[in-house]
């Protein structure tokens, strides 16, 4: 994975046919997925259940691009070397998961992946100013996290134009997760967002038989910033 800035799409397999995860991911990458979204919630953290260790671990032999995995349980550190055995590319933690995200961090990176850090809707950017060095990846939270098809929380978008100018040259991505769609894209990537992930908004209306339609609502997002 090299570093650039450019538009990536990271479609969110919430948004999925759950009896079909394979065929679904190759369909969104025939489709010109940049990035493969995969969200670990715990019925704790949030209040909602999804995905373990060996279901991410099926999912990796079809992400061809990209594994993005968005963490969002507490406790974190028990569960690191797990998800790198599962294949994560980027494994993220929120910085609301516990006390020592810092120490959670180091060890993401020293299991061989790269280390995102997430920040809830309620959660003020200068929060991520002590970990800029040690993050390849700050997701920014537009919805509050557990459920895909929620309405974007617009006071966000500040927040992306703070972390923006706190990360200056450091070559950590900034990506925006929740609401996203052709009209909410433009504000964030305007505000210096680079990935967008989106559920609903690339799932709606296709299928694996129809995946044509997940291209057109991934180049309605590309086309609306
Ligand atoms: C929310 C998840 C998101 C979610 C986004 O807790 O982290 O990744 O799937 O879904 P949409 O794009 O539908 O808001
Ligand atoms: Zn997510």
Redesign the pocket.
């Known amino acids: 994975m090299t570093f650039d800035r450019s538009l990536k799409i990271a479609p969110?397999i919430?948004?999925a046919d759950f009896a079909n995860f394979g065929a679904e991911i190759r369909a969104i990458e025939d489709q010109g997925a940049d990035w493969v979204?995969v969200?670990v919630m715990d019925g704790h953290f949030?209040p909602n259940l999804t995905f373990g260790p060996p279901a991410v671990k099926a999912f990796r032999p079809h992400v061809k691009t990209v594994m993005d995995v968005?963490l969002?349980i507490a406790p974190v550190d028990p569960y690191i070397d797990a998800y790198a055995a599962a294949g994560a590319d980027i494994l993220t933690a929120h910085v609301e998961a516990g006390p020592h995200i810092h120490r959670t961090l180091q060890a993401i990176r020293g299991a061989g992946m790269k280390a995102g850090l997430a920040l809830n809707p309620g959660t003020p950017a200068h929060a991520a100013a002590p970990l800029l060095d040690m993050v390849d990846l700050v997701c920014v939270m537009t919805?509050n996290?557990?459920?895909?098809?929620?309405k974007f929380i617009h006071s966000c978008v500040e927040k992306v134009r703070d972390l923006r100018a706190m990360i200056g040259d450091r070559p950590v991505h900034i990506e925006i997760?929740?609401?996203?769609d052709p009209t909410t894209a433009p504000l964030v990537v305007a505000a210096g967002a680079d990935v967008l992930?989106?559920?609903?908004?690339v799932f709606k209306g296709g299928s694996v038989d129809a995946p044509d339609v997940y291209g057109a609502n991934m180049k309605a997002i590309r086309e609306s910033v």
Not at 197 to 201: F, I, Q
């Open positions: 969110s919430l948004s979204h969200d949030v968005h969002m919805v996290p557990g459920f895909g098809g929620q997760d929740g609401g996203v992930v989106a559920g609903s908004a």
